[in-house]
Nanobody, 117 residues
Framework: QVQLQESGPGLVKPSQTLSLTCTVSGASITTSYYAWSWIRQPPGKGLEWMGVIANDGSTYYSPSLKSRTSISRDTSKNQFSLQLSSVTPEDTAVYYC?????????WGKGTLVTVSS
């Protein structure tokens, strides 16, 4: 069974960089066909797709977040990570990692990140 688990600080100060890691079990992040995404949901708002890293390591980002977002991976640990720079309180959200195949078929439980001084 595929499982994803987000980890990282729950509180980040404005202007700093938010860093999260997603640990994947039950599947390899280098397996063909699948890609690995980050999605967020601000309080009271809908889901926002942030970006994806494909099985070959190529990355694609939401145009609205591209200048501040970086997704990377550690294949030896079967993990992929998100960095979001220059955060503001508007970046407060529950952050999810998910597997992308035919749709997002497996999700982590999500982790709340609050941006506040």
């Amino acid at each position: 069974q595929v499982q994803l688990q987000e980890s990282g600080p729950g509180l980040v100060k404005p202007s700093q960089t938010l860093s999260l890691t997603c640990t994947v079990s039950g599947a390899s992040i280098t397996t063909s066909y699948y890609a690995w995404s980050w999605i967020r949901q601000p309080p009271g708002k809908g889901l926002e797709w942030m970006g994806v890293i494909a099985n070959d390591g190529s990355t694609y980002y939401s145009p609205s977040l591209k200048s501040r977002t970086s997704i990377s991976r550690d294949t030896s640990k079967n993990q992929f990570s998100l960095q979001l720079s220059s955060v503001t309180p508007e970046d407060t959200a529950v952050y999810y990692c998910a597997r992308a195949g035919e749709g997002m078929d497996y999700w982590g439980k999500g982790t709340l990140v609050t941006v506040s001084s």
